[in-house]
T-cell receptor, first 119, second 110 residues
Framework: GAVVSQHPSWVICKSGTSVKIECRSL??????MFWYRQFPKQSLMLMAT?????????EQGVEKDKFLINHASLTLSTLTVTSAHPEDSSFYIC???????????????FGPGTRLTVL | KNQVEQSPQSLIILEGKNCTLQ??????????LRWYKQDTGRGPVSLTI?????NTKSNGRYTATLDADTKQSSLHITASQLSDSASYIC?????????FGSGTRLQVQP
């Protein structure tokens, strides 16, 4: 199956700093990528949909100025958590929609996730 | 409101035993239903994808069923292994969105 990578796999930062997380589709081109966050023992919550070459679409309640998304190429999307605070500590997961077909039938391939801890 | 409910929330079984996880949904319009396995600290990995017309689909020791009339799905795990310990997430897809269940945490004990 298609492979999606994330980097870094974990990061610890001080409060007030910014952190960038990369999501790459390794063996296919992904026009659409998704960013999720997951708190312990909870399911994934969609934060935003990232389309190559256009602005991301954010879910209600997600601050677009705090969570900056850039999808500059067909294989790379980045999520930057700006001025991170302890409450931003979470597990961030990206996914990429598989090639071809329509959204409904394309499987999403998930990255391995990035554990962010803000001190 | 589109919802996906999974049961049980957690489950402990002995290695070698079978188990069945349940998923009920109210999502519409339905496009397809997916089961994912998520190991702790990892991203979800797809097990099965079923469309409206499919009643059952297998992937090794994993067998998923779908009853689109009652809006229920199940995931049956046969001859469980220690490596099956994970969260299993049911996801229902519409044309525009994915609705995630909260998952069933399975622990397989030796």
């Amino acid at each position: 199956g298609a492979v999606v990578s994330q980097h870094p796999s974990w990061v610890i930062c001080k409060s007030g700093t910014s952190v960038k997380i990369e999501c790459r589709s390794l063996d296919f081109q992904a026009t659409t990528m998704f960013w999720y966050r997951q708190f312990p023992k909870q399911s994934l919550m969609l934060m935003a949909t990232s389309n190559e070459g256009s602005k991301a679409t954010y879910e209600q309640g997600v601050e677009k100025d705090k969570f900056l998304i850039n999808h500059a190429s067909l294989t790379l999307s980045t999520l930057t958590v700006t001025s991170a605070h302890p409450e931003d500590s979470s597990f961030y997961i990206c996914s990429a929609m598989g090639p071809g077909g329509t959204y409904s039938y394309n499987e999403q391939f998930f990255g391995p996730g990035t554990r962010l801890t803000v001190l | 409101k589109n919802q996906v409910e999974q049961s049980p929330q957690s489950l402990i079984i002995l290695e070698g035993k079978n188990c069945t996880l349940q998923c009920n949904y109210t999502v519409s319009p339905f496009s397809n239903l997916r089961w994912y396995k998520q190991d702790t600290g990892r991203g979800p990995v797809s097990l099965t994808i079923m469309t409206f017309s499919e009643n059952t689909k297998s992937n090794g020791r994993y067998t998923a069923t779908l009853d689109a009339d009652t809006k229920q799905s199940s995931l049956h795990i046969t001859a469980s292994q220690l490596s099956d310990s994970a969260s299993y997430i049911c996801v229902v897809v519409t044309r525009r969105a994915l609705t995630f269940g909260s998952g069933t945490r399975l622990q397989v004990q030796p």
